[in-house]
């Protein structure tokens, strides 16, 4: 079992998984969850939004110019007045023409300077949330990792985050501008002709009423379609990943009819969604319709009976027109604010629902000369019925190879990972040289301890890149002797770029050996005094071991290593053996030595010596 193979059966008491779906939050909950980081741009915000007033009110002057147009063109006037100035017909034409042009000019500068702040604003803040949001994802500790899932991880990070940025840029600030263009048009209709203002109002019962009534139903189906997407990106994510073990076992039928079934939910979700969505754009166009009927039917008739000129009921008819246009917008920006209401929830929920693992960088930096290593009577337990480890003691030496063997679950990954704080044992203490490493800074601890394990795990990017992961600062030359200590240099050099060679999606070009080669390179680089070696050699041809253990004695030349291994070849090499059962230490020495007591140790050798065909091996 290796090193993070085994927290798979950690619990997590103050980390509940990532959820399909955010709670239930109430608006005015969200926006305090928001405004630290709005109040960053405050600045920015305020401008926007006096940018966003101007914007949404810069139309409302253009049905008072066409009142005064057609007014005067029915009058045939040679006389007319603009702004209280008496002017020919030809130059009243012309001042209506340079103010609608001006107006053009100047709505066009707004728009262009509102859309550039907002999106600067949104995407400020969706930086600072994302940067968070990750910085969050890394204090957690390493059980969250083995049972989260990476579809759903990279859901918050990107489809969320983004969803927030709709909800800042075509929610908030949208919706902000609706409501003063309507606030503005009413005022406006209300100085044309007060009781048209009222009949226009009548039919907005209808749609407040059906906004009330959709809205709950809108974000629901809108939570429910979110969770579903959820599931299938994590299910793609996993089938995609594994895409080697679908096609061994000859599953890809059965998973094509999972993907079907899971599709076909998510298909559903999102119709139901554009039903109920649907359903509230009809009454907001119903509502629109009806308005402009009402006001061409009774204004018409004012205009019949003279107590109303023409060009005041076209001019009412256009603002009235202006009102409802912003009504049916509200309902489209609703329906996209409350499903980025759902992802805001669920960032939220992560936030909430996971507590950083306590790997504070406070204390004092650890300082190592000799190495030596202890382990004082410490107990850990994953569940309070069954101890993993039970009042364990065991001091080790500095340059000391000491290999850690028994059954699964006999304790041995546990007791190594309490070295580098991965677990804080319950009981007890771990020091490094007569420090308690419960005191030490967490970053200068771990800059201490170098890691190989048996799943070996290397980034996206160049061989060089990956072997100086843990120094970046590392010349070519020293990448260059890194990778000569750890047995990689031959086969890097016949790689086609060779140092420069890209190795791929976790590592996947090259091989089993190559990998844990180049695991060895990125370790020796780092320069540690401490190492852990978990399984090491124990997924490797026959060719590529030797090759490793070869490195392997260069690489723990005079460092305090750690060895969890199952094969014979690794073990036998320890300076000593020990041997666990049950959380406990039963028994430790050199190979030879355990083997001729007739102990513990014989009798893991002589059951696990032929579990491979011409491989001595112990369990891991």
Known sequence: MSTLEAHAALPVATEAPVEDEGKERGHLEELARLLPYARRHVGLFGLTLLVSVLLAVIDVPIPFFLKHLIDAVLHNSARLTFLGLAVSAEQFLLAIFLSLLGLALVKGLLAYFQRTVSETIGQRIVFELRLDLYRHLQSLSIPYFRQARTGKLMLR???????????????????????????????????????????????????VAAFVNLNP????????????????????????????????????????ARMEAQTGRLRDRLIDKARWGGLLTAVANSTVAIGAALVLWIGGRDVLAGTMSKGSLMAFYALSSMLFPPLRRLAKTNETYQASRVSLDRILD?????????????????????????????????????????????????G???????????????????????????????????????????????????????????????????????????????????????????????????????????????????????????????????????????????????????????????????????RVSTVRRADRIVVMEDGRIVEQGRHDELIARGGPYRRLFAEQLFDTPGRPALAG
């Open 217 to 256: 139903r809108l974000r629901e189906s809108g939570r429910l379609a979110r969770r579903e997407r959820s599931a299938l990106s994590g299910h793609l994510q996993e089938k995609i990943a594994g895409a080697v073990i679908v096609k061994a076992f000859v599953q890809e039928r059965n998973e094509s």
């Open 400 to 566: 000391e190879t000491v290999a850690l063997v028994g059954v699964n679950g006999a304790g041995k990954t546990t007791l190594a990972n309490l070295l580098p704080r991965f677990l804080t044992p319950q009981l007890g203490s771990v020091s490094i040289d007569g420090q308690d490493l419960a005191g030490v800074s967490l970053s200068s601890l771990r800059r201490h301890i170098g890691f190989v394990t048996q799943e070996t795990i290397l980034f996206a990017g160049s061989v060089g890149d990956n072997i100086r992961y843990g120094r970046p600062e590392a010349t070519d030359e020293e990448v260059v002797q890194a990778a000569r200590v750890a047995n990689a240099y031959e086969f890097i050099a016949e790689l086609p770029e060779g140092f420069a060679t890209d190795v791929g999606e976790r590592g996947q070009r090259l091989s089993g050996g190559q990998l844990q080669r180049l695991a060895l390179a990125r370790a020796v680089l780092a320069n540690p005094p401490l190492l852990i070696l978990d399984e090491a050699t124990s997924a490797v041809d026959a060719e590529s071991e030797a090759q490793i253990q070869e490195a392997l004695a260069r690489v723990t030349r005079g460092r305090t290593t750690f060895v969890i291994a199952h």
């Open 157 to 207: 990070l990107m489809g969320d985050i983004n969803a927030v940025l709709d909800m800042i840029t075509d929610g908030f600030l949208r919706a902000f501008m609706d409501s003063v263009t309507i606030l503005a048009v009413l005022i406006a209709i209300f100085s044309v002709h007060w009781r048209l203002a009222f009949i226009v109002l009548a039919a907005m019962p209808v749609y």
């Open 350 to 398: 992560f936030f909430d629902e996971t507590e950083p693992h306590q790997e504070s960088n406070a204390g004092e930096p650890l300082r190592v000369t000799r190495g030596d290593v202890t382990f004082d009577r410490v107990s850990f337990r994953y569940r309070p019925d069954r101890p993993v480890l039970d009042d364990v003691s065991l001091a080790v030496r500095g």
